[in-house]
């Protein structure tokens, strides 16, 4: 699946990285280092420095990524 939302937590400094569907669940995370992401989804590294609290979205893999604030 391609990455459509990243988020770049303020709390510890950890990524997420989600596909956009919403049936996922929590037994559906897991721990990854950002090496397999990078090579699963090269992609990814055009948004590395993206500050920490901040997240990113985009439609579709052709799209540009909007960035916004993470609240909360």
């Known amino acids: 699946m391609p990455i459509l939302y990243a988020s770049h937590d ?7 990285f989600l596909c956009g569907r ?3 669940g929590e037994d559906d995370a897991m721990v990854v280092g950002m090496g397999t992401v990078t090579n699963l989804h090269p992609e990814v590294n055009r948004i ?3 500050p920490i609290g901040v ?4 439609s579709d893999i052709e799209s540009s990524w909007s ?3 993470k609240s909360g």
């Open 55 to 58: 997240c990113g979205e985009r």
């Open 48 to 50: 590395a420095d993206m």
């Open 67 to 69: 960035f916004y604030k």
């Open 10 to 16: 303020a709390d510890d400094g950890g990524w997420q």
């Open 22 to 24: 919403t049936d996922h």
